[in-house]
DNA sequence: AAAACTTAGTTTATTGAATAGACAAACTAA
DNA sequence: TTAGTTTGTCTATTCAATAAACTAAGTTTT
């Protein structure tokens, strides 16, 4: 057991962080005003600043406001100094963004995904990957990292064990990309990308603690507990559409029964609305908009049984937040109201004074925007080591 | 937001505490030994160790055996510089332990708790603190801290919320405490006191992502995820015991439905076995050792639900281990092989590869310890702080 | 037993990061 | 013009870690 040990170059990473996180935040800003807020000595930001701009991410945009002495030069983040590349790997789809250093959306793709066999979907994912590169302006980094998103186990080396939807086993995307590529990149269950996406660009903005749950064809929830992923011992938890419900109900194919997801899932939802004609979520939203009773009342049960294993939820982790993303998140009008009902009814009262019950903002976007912000904390972790 | 910034004394303090951590962990061991296997510099070592025994935490013992050069100087952690007192107030009794640094019992206390008014219980608990305080031999240090585990909630701030069995609500009883003693204070749920005891001193050492169910009247999570003891939002969560684990079953006090403590504790034991004429785990347990087919059958039934809760705590933080700790844990041989046998019926065989399923190794001492582990991780915070 | 090697731990000079305080630059107010 | 303020840099100092030399105390080889 080697523990990293502390020395200089340490205290410099971490007042590097710092000072760069400062200006991430609340640029423009001056070297007198970190050196305030930080509490980092005048000399040593001025130091560690001079730093980052050698380093190209960090520049100088001309003077502020003079306050009753000399005007403070004001400093910012280029985001341009670097792009970074997010994708979602769907069931039927991959989806792809080209993002600056600050998550701003530079070019996105999108194209259906007609063969699932890992050789050709793989092929498909390069070409969209390439396709996105030459969209990149020159800049100082180039392309920093790829972030990858899919729908399914992945293990703590990137590779996908088990993508049901996808029949996928054992696909070692991560090696295959990165030896293809040349650049770091991470793969992720798309749960947990979304969380990401969520907490960092959506509607859980700066929130410590957030279950970001994904309702799809399944249910998978991404654990986001003290700012950062949890996974568990083997590097994936949060399996929660597996989380029984009625411990006697329905036989589940992961061998549980009264799973969640059986319950609460666009495929529940399919299932029962198969009686109605009815083959889709989209042609389901539709009718409900146009106020279809059956539709509605189907809704209103996926709701509930939402609300069920959210309040389950909101009990195991007490979080500050709970956000509901993926397909089912269209469904917002018909399934919030029955949906805070049932949460409010069966969490503990202690517990529902902090949560807050949000819908994912991002929408479709969620989980490609944290593949993309995986990839850009990845390079950042990079720069303040050096 | 002022972040705490990176300056030579926190170097100081991290390689201290990484030296320590070896002498604690290894010992006896030499100054070379740690420089060896910390990757610190010999001079660093030294100079580190210099100041762990001028500030009595630390002595030398002697040479050890030479491997072809100067016989080594042996070090050890001097355990006895300083003592912990632990307290666990159950409903109906206060157990004690005042321990060395090393967390090895040096007294114990035991006394039934016939009036649990907040005022009489306090003073009755300030009685076994003082009882515990007096068997503490000369040290350096005294008496470090005072950890307690207790039946309910309690806020960051060591304010009991709300403890149902005890019919207490609001009782500061960290404030009351660190001013009747002038020591530093902590105060948390049984349950994380029992999770951090286990894993610190019985069934789960040195696991880095545990799961403590603590089934006795009701049901109890502790999680260690990271190492760490896991606080929700408002600094309690672990409320497994009101995971919902059938949608439609009871009714439970909490609000919620078929709560997994109505089916799988002592409480629902105890009802069902009120029928054939038991009224406590006890006399429950000495038939089943008799033999006694319906009681068999009994513990059978919550073997099944308990093993039922815990897949579903297995799916959602795919821990190292599940650790079944407090009163019921008594009742191992009659559950072990149903309990085993449902949880890997039912959770996801990824995770099974994975997580292991103990038994609390300390029994009634869980919790006990676990507080009195508080208090000597406080204090070691303390000093690797100056 | 002497010489040669090994290992443990200390001493010394050096490096590098942060810092306090002095200072220069550039502004405002009166 | 003068006094005071704010921004940012420069300088000397402090302090922790480190490499390398060194002392101490052993073992192995010849």
Redesign the pocket.
Known sequence: MTTP?????L??????AIVLEYILRGSPL???????QS????????????DLIDGSLVK?IG?????????????EFIATSGYAIGIDLGVNYIRGVLTDLRGGIVAERTSSLHYPEPEVAVEQLCGCIEELMAEAPASPYGIVGIGVGVPGLVDESGVILFAPNLKWRDVPLQRQLAERFGLPVTIDNEANMGALGEQKYGAGRSINNLIYVSVGIGIGTGLILHKILYKGASGFSGEMGHLSVEAHGKNCTCGNRGCWEMYASEQALLEQASGLGFDSLESLLAAAAAGREDVLELFTGIGEYLGIGIANIVNVFNPDAVVIGNRMSQARPWLESVLRQTVVQRALGFHLRKVQLLFAELGERSSMMGAAEMAIAGFFTRVKSV
């Open positions: 040990t502390g020395d200089q170059a205290i410099k990473r971490i007042n590097t001056s070297r007198a005003q970190i050196s305030e509490g980092l000595n005048k000399a040593t930001v001025s130091s560690l600043v001079q100088e003077t502020g406001q003079s306050s009753g002495g000399r005007k403070p030069v004001m400093l």
